[in-house]
């Protein structure tokens, strides 16, 4: 991919994302950066998370929207989709990751997306929005693991992981995880912004790194390891 990506950890658009998203559209490379905000995964309400996320965007300059892209069908219209090819920036917000996996996965949506992210545009997601991008995620709800979008080769997010006490995680991972992979536990907040080799911790928080029943905390500022 010839533009980066976003991981982040969840509470998107509120205080103390301010640094962390100047970043995110810096890194587009345009000036004001076109931010558009997608509301897929927040099923009980799409419209104020959209709305959060463009008033957010639009008071650190950005130049945002949103496309309120909800189902399959919509996912798949191209005509409807269209404004995701002139963005620099695709943001999706967090809610279920089910849904917002069920409604990515092989879409004209996804399609388009991966080819305006070539052209060096942005994608960044937050919480099931970073969640999807992984290799594998864990659902929610049932605590079982699916194969996620593989954006993120050999990578898993663990988002909201500001109150997970690493000597915990890593336990429960060495337990039930599939092997082989690594674990990005990102705090509220806080994101992992670059590509796979090539990643830096933005936001307030830190990035705790678990890999083969060993873990490493990497707060805002540092890169995380060259082989991540």
């Known amino acids: 991919m010839a533009g980066e990506i976003g991981l982040v950890g969840g509470e998107e658009f509120r205080v103390r994302c301010e640094g962390m998203d100047r ?3 810096r890194s587009s490379g345009e000036q004001p950066a076109k931010v558009l905000i997608i509301p897929t995964a927040a099923v009980t309400g799409p419209a104020k998370a959209a709305n959060d996320g463009v008033v957010h965007f639009g008071s650190l300059g950005g130049d945002s929207s949103q496309l309120m892209v909800l189902d399959r069908k919509q996912a ?3 005509d409807f989709i269209r404004p995701v090819s002139e963005t620099d920036v695709v943001y999706f917000t967090g809610g279920s990751p089910d849904h917002l996996l069920e409604v990515l996965k092989g879409s004209k949506l996804l399609e388009t997306i991966l080819a305006t992210v070539e052209r060096g545009a942005v994608l960044a997601g937050s919480s099931a929005g970073a969640m999807v991008m992984g290799s ?8 079982g ?4 979008l593989g ?3 050999e990578v898993v997010v663990l988002p909201h992981h500001e109150d997970r006490k690493p000597e915990e995680v890593s336990r429960e991972l060495t337990g039930d995880a599939p092997s082989g ?3 990005l536990g990102i705090d509220a907040r806080t994101g992992c912004l670059g590509r796979p080799g090539g990643w830096r911790v933005v936001g307030s928080g830190n990035v ?4 083969d029943g060993e873990w490493a905390v990497y707060p805002s500022g540092q890169a995380l390891p060259a082989d991540v």
């Open 23 to 25: 970043e995110i559209m």
């Open 76 to 78: 798949d219209d191209e």
């Open 136 to 143: 594998y995620m864990r659902r929610p709800r049932s605590g």
């Open 145 to 148: 693991w699916v194969e996620a």
């Open 151 to 153: 954006l993120v080769p």
């Open 181 to 183: 992979l690594t674990f």
């Open 208 to 211: 705790t790194v678990y890999r």
